[in-house]
């Protein structure tokens, strides 16, 4: 995507000095009125931009230093092209098991979802069913400061100034720019509830599979034009505002949320990998995954796996022996992926044998250190 130099206010220039809005720390503010009024100042200032607005409750940082934005299929250090091909076959195959679903149930606009790849990846992105190339932004600011401080446990939340091409149609499309844009409002079915309560968008890079040139081209901190920090609790909404509970950014009662659920487990088949090859891939790529998301918590840095394995040891989360074991296969995991004709399949057997026992100790070790110390 075409990265953007933004205009900013006055106190935003003084608060990143030289640096860009990615590489500074976020802008702390008090209040809603006031984080509302730095974003009305950016908006005016940068016309040429629609500013889009993203929450979450970790400032993720790269390896570098300096937030990161990917979306959830190139997230990951050192990726291999192997891998991602492995993502967006797992995904395609979590969107033909959708498309049975819906229309098995008669779900409200079949033809129309059928027909159209975006419509599919931002549904099975905004249920959490699968990673895909899309990011989830939202044009409310209360929507986005709500995510902030959904899940934060007291901390402080982030809120994420993007600016995208103004959009054309309910799917749009800008090379030049090199975003695209799909508004969830007009095009997801009635029946799916969630998007219409969050006020939902997915943004992406069109046409970017594993042949990019640099990975960082992906990265929506190339659209950032601030972000902010918000403190927890009421008191950042004052008397006359109020965060959205989950059960109106997660409502009950969605159709299209309880047909998705029933995806998870037909995927967790793997029958997009191709041998146990594809396997320890797939199984491995889960274990990373959960492991970054503990390790995000901690140092708020996306690590490489062998760093965040290390990291998790040092705090308790994991015993020596997990430590050891995972490091084993991950050695073993990435020859496969960047040498599979040079691997032994038996070492490979053994190395997926090895990797789902380790996947019942480390679920167990995380939920004991979740849980604290024993009074």
Known sequence: MQRIIPKLTKELEGHIADREVWQAPPYAVGTYRELVEHTARLAYANRNQLIFFRGQSTDFQSKAGGSTLYPAIYRGESLAPAEIDLRFKVLDWACQEFLSLLEEQAGDGFRDIAKKKYVQWSILQHYEVAATPLIDVTQSLRVACSFAQLANKGGPGYVYALGLPYPTNRISINSEEEIVNIRLLSICPPDALRPYFQEGYMAGTPDVISNYDSKTELDFRNRLIA?????????????????????????????????????????????????????LIVEWARIEAEI??????ITS?????????????KNGA?????????????????????NPDRIDSLEIGKALNRLRTLSKILTMELTTWDLGPVP
């Open 318 to 338: 994991i015993s020596e022996p997990t430590a050891r074991g995972l490091n084993a296969v991950r050695r073993v995991r990435n020859a496969a992926a960047h």
């Open 301 to 313: 840095r996306i690590l490489p796996i062998g760093d965040a394995i290390n990291i998790l040891h």
């Open 292 to 297: 970054n998301e503990r390790t995000r918590k």
């Open 227 to 279: 972000k902010f920090e918000i403190p927890a609790g009421a008191s950042f909404w004052g008397r006359n505002f109020s965060a959205l509970p989950s059960t109106a950014l997660y409502p009950t009662r969605d159709k299209m949320g309880r047909l998705c659920s029933q995806i998870p487990p037909r995927t967790d088949k793997r029958e997009t990998a191709t041998g146990e090859i594809g396997n």
